[in-house]
């Protein structure tokens, strides 16, 4: 080969590589990662008036619809649990979780823990006994782990929008055969919504990442939501939307009786159908549209209502001024 | 057990010095009380650190939290035994090699906010390797992302929901974020014991422990104490935390004639007896010891010693290391020794 041809095949070479990393950056990521979306997800919306002890029978009766195997699997539970403050629902409530926690025995798992890494307070148990989750434990016998403060593990990363390639995740989470995000169904004034996969931020361990777990808000909310989702094994969605939280969620909004709980075998599909008895659009949701598009599914046609359909009317919450393009107008869903 | 309140008249009742002698009284009584569930305490620790190293030996692994490490290596210092030689070998193993820590052994080989606590302890210890002060130093350097001018700037117009000065700054918990109380805290009590100790010359502490302090100053709830960063958001004040009051009162001691530190002093004061977690419980101790023997601190502190008391009794062998070893450097601080007063 001549000088100028050599030269000629280094410089093609250069522009295609350059090319390549160019298209690597201008597509959507979502190109990039597996597609695990099933042909059809399934979601059971029960309506609730109250936390009551029928829960436990109401949610036995809905688990079983989507015929899971559970004998004697290890089921980790994972409820919001932010905080406490007076008067202010902002945590999944514990009756609920006690009575997911029943349904599972009752189904036939191996044992139920419960576990939580609250983002900023870093006194786990105070939250706890103040939220109501201690006495609600201690009495059904329930262990309860500070996901904060776990054996960590690292693990890569399975998608790539933080530019994060490996979190490291607690131990008794990875060790758990099926986990169970139980979020509570409110607004975010960050994220618009907080929902089953938001809920996950709490499986990153504040011993690593801090309270709060900042690292992840410098890298993006919504981009941190779908690695972690995408990164962490979630096979099942209990969300409370019994009293959920409408306006400046998650801690500082205010109560919103929509009377749901939402079970589903997709959280994708679960947030979706979340959001919309919201009356917010979730394709208008950044981290919601994107996970639609390879995590699992937001189409209303990929998705079964195992029990109670959508509503036919829903007043859409009330949300920060910032976020008013998520509302729909009160006719539609 | 001694239950200490049982005090017979009522408080409105009683004089002054009267007061004061029977507060006195009701605290020589939780000493007393302290004292015994002390050593239970540092017991359940001792019995952590071998099942710890038990435990991780088996699986060949060795993946110590530098935070609590440190915090036993403080309420072990005097004592020395084998379970003191393994926190200070183990603690000293996971440090990085720009003399930083990362958050526990077997990490990202990347410094975070553990730096601080394993500055502060080992610090405090004898044995402490000849070479810590390039940890001190790495404290030095690190400061919350809002140190630069862009963030600083964004800070400052287009991203203001949330209320605070970014032209004050810390420590954050994990480099590339912004500063945040608890990290900044445990910053500023290592490098002010560093500076003291002179453990190494080093003329940027005094800049860098004023910006701190300025910081928290900054980041007060309104009427005193503080949350977990900032004091609002989104145009709603913040509640405080007992434990980032407390840790944050820690390192202000010496501006104690700040109004808002006086002010954060008594919040935690009318908090602390009521609360029921030994965490919290603890460093609220810590800082209420720190701040010396008023009457108003004398009687929460002893209120606050009779519910650590009782909260153990539930509890203790259940409770994490940090938290078993801040709970018995807090049973320490109330008889006289606190290793985290600056």
Known sequence: MSEVDRRRALVGAAGLALGGIATTQLLPEEMWVRDRRPPQSRVAILSALAYSEDLADSLTRAIRLFDLDLHNKSVLLKPNLVEYIAGVDVNTNPILVGAAAEAFIRLGAGGVVVGEGPGHQRDTYLVLIESGFDEQLRSQHIRFVDLNRDELVRVPTEANFTGLDHLWLPRTLLASDFVVSMPKVKTHHWAGVTLSMKNMFGVVPGSKYGWPKNLLHWKGIHRSILDICATVPLHFVIADGIVAMEGNGPLHGTHRHLGKVVLSDDPVAADFTCARLMGLHPERVWHLDHAARFLGNGSADRIALLAEGLPERVVPFNVLPQFAYLRMPVASR | ?342
């Open chain 2, 1 to 342: 057990m001694v239950h200490v309140t049982a005090v017979g008249p009522t408080r409105e009742s009683l004089t002054k010095p009267v007061r004061a002698i029977l507060l006195m009284r009701v605290v020589e009584l939780a000493m007393a009380s302290g004292r015994l569930v002390a050593e239970r305490v540092f017991g359940v620790l001792r019995a952590r650190l071998n099942e710890d190293q038990a435990v991780y030996a088996r699986r060949q692994l060795h993946q110590i939290s530098v935070e609590s490490y440190s915090l036993a290596l403080l309420a072990l210092r005097n004592d020395r035994g084998s379970e003191y030689i393994h926190a200070l070998h183990a603690l000293i193993a996971a440090r990085n090699s720009d003399g930083s820590w990362p958050a526990f052994s077997g990490d990202d080989p990347q410094g975070c906010w553990a730096t601080a606590m394993a500055v502060l302890a080992l610090g405090a210890v004898r044995d402490r390797p000849a070479d810590l002060g390039l940890g001190i130093r790495w404290l030095v350097d690190e400061r919350g992302r809002e140190a630069n001018w862009f963030w600083r700037w964004k800070f400052q117009t287009v991203d203001n929901n949330v209320k605070f000065d970014p032209a004050k700054y810390g420590w954050s918990w994990i480099p590339g974020t912004t500063s945040w109380v608890i990290p900044t805290a445990f910053s500023l009590i290592a490098l002010q014991k560093a500076k003291d100790g002179g453990l190494i010359p080093e003329p940027r502490f005094s800049e860098r422990i004023s910006m701190g302090v300025r910081m928290l100053l900054d980041r007060m709830c309104p009427g005193g104490g503080w949350n977990a960063g900032n004091s609002a958001a989104f145009g709603v004040a913040y509640t405080p935390y007992i434990d980032a009051t407390a840790i944050a009162l820690l390192s202000l001691r010496r501006h104690g004639h700040e109004p808002g530190v006086r002010a954060s002093l008594s919040w935690l004061a009318t908090q602390l007896p009521d609360c029921p977690s030994p965490y919290s419980l603890a460093w609220g101790l810590l800082a209420i010891a720190a701040y010396g023997r008023k009457n108003q601190t004398i009687d929460t502190a002893a209120r606050a010693t009779e519910a650590l008391i009782t909260a153990l009794g539930n509890c203790a062998a259940t409770l994490d290391m940090s938290t078993i070893a801040t709970c018995a450097l807090a049973l320490e601080a109330i008889d006289g020794e606190n290793v985290f007063r600056v």
